[in-house]
């Protein structure tokens, strides 16, 4: 087993080493050593900091949380449009490969998750366990794949194949919310849109069948699990309506989902534990987006547990074990 102190499960890589792609394949333009660009064709999507690509200033941010290890997972623009169904599948399995190789360079201290193309079954399943072939934990998927949820009948065979490699699933927010809330623009879109777009993510796993389907699926939701926490009883009571009420199901359904702990607010910890059990709390910083988060998010734990919001025993190094039960990593000796 991983001899981990904290695991942050929730930040993201994108790679100097990454091939260009036509079009408006996401890439990384370096400016300088500290500083950098993502390009969509020749628009700037976001300026980025070198911790998103250098393996030694991402570690050395770590040292300086104090965080022992990380999942890095690929920038979600990227598995956007890897995800879209005229995307080259060669674009997945450059980042994919990029992700392996930043893993590989950082002694054992970065563990990765991989991207999919959500083309045909045989792709889909074919580039899944080509990741658990370059080492990868598991792979990051969208609250939505294009226009299908989660639970859409279209995305069984994804499913059933993470379940069948025991990987584990990620799911992080889509386009920044943009879309979800009907009022666009900023701050609707990150902090509501977002929000609700991973409550409907939730919702499709819990009330859609998947987790019942899939009772070893391992899934984690970005964002604390976005609304989905505070929505739950209404959407217990909601679900109800239109037929015969499973609410012991689906309690023990939803308290199956990890979620991490980039909610924000100290007192939002006291929630996840209450919805979803202490051992399903997961470190998450989003690093390096939020500027210091990775500290931050360390910080709020011990913060969070001064004032009662969170149990004695919901430290990093409980959330670390949380960690290596998702990754599948617990106990297991080829990765001591």
């Not at 069984?156 to 809330?181: E, I, M, Q, R, Y």
């Not at 199956?256 to 607010?265: K, Q």
Request: charged letters at 20%; a negative charge; aromatic letters at 6%.
């Amino acid at each position: 087993m991983i001899d981990a102190s904290a695991v942050d499960v929730h930040a993201h890589h994108l790679g100097t080493d990454l091939t260009d792609f036509p079009g408006l394949a996401p890439r990384l333009v370096v400016d300088d050593a500290a500083s950098g660009r993502i390009l969509c064709g020749e628009a700037t999507f976001r300026k980025v900091t070198s911790v998103l690509w250098s393996v030694p200033d991402r570690l050395a941010e770590m040292d300086r949380a104090k965080v022992s290890h990380q999942v890095v997972s690929p920038v979600p623009v990227t598995m956007e449009f890897a995800a879209e169904p005229d995307a080259d599948p060669a674009y997945a399995r450059a980042i994919n490969d990029s992700i392996a190789a930043a893993c590989a360079g950082s002694e054992g201290r970065l563990l990765g998750l991989g991207i999919l193309p959500f083309g045909t079954p045989d792709v889909v399943v074919g580039e899944l366990e080509r990741c658990t072939g370059l080492g990868l934990r598991g792979v990051e998927v969208g609250t939505r794949i294009g226009e299908l949820d989660l639970d859409a009948p279209e995305l069984a065979d994804f499913w059933a194949a993470s379940v069948a490699a025991d990987v584990c699933v990620f799911v992080h927010p889509v386009l920044g919310g943009t879309g979800v809330v009907r009022r666009p623009g900023q701050p609707f879109d990150l902090g509501l849109g977002m929000l609700a777009d991973t409550a409907i993510a939730a919702s499709s796993l819990v009330f859609g069948g998947i987790l019942e389907r899939h009772p070893d699926l391992r899934v984690a939701l970005a964002h604390g699990c976005g609304a989905f926490p505070w929505a739950y009883p209404r959407l217990r009571v909601a679900a109800g309506l239109g037929g015969e009420p499973q609410p012991e199901l689906w309690d023990a359904l939803t308290r199956r989902l990890y979620a991490d702990s980039l909610v924000f607010d100290d007192e939002h910890l006291r929630l996840l534990v209450h919805r979803f059990g202490a051992d399903r709390l997961l470190l998450g910083s989003d690093a390096p987006f939020f500027p210091d988060q990775l500290a931050k998010s360390m910080a709020a734990l011990d913060s969070a547990r001064a004032s009662g919001a969170l149990p004695p025993e919901a430290g990093p190094d409980l959330l670390a074990r949380n960690a290596l039960e998702y990754l599948g990593l617990a106990g297991d000796p080829s990765h001591r």
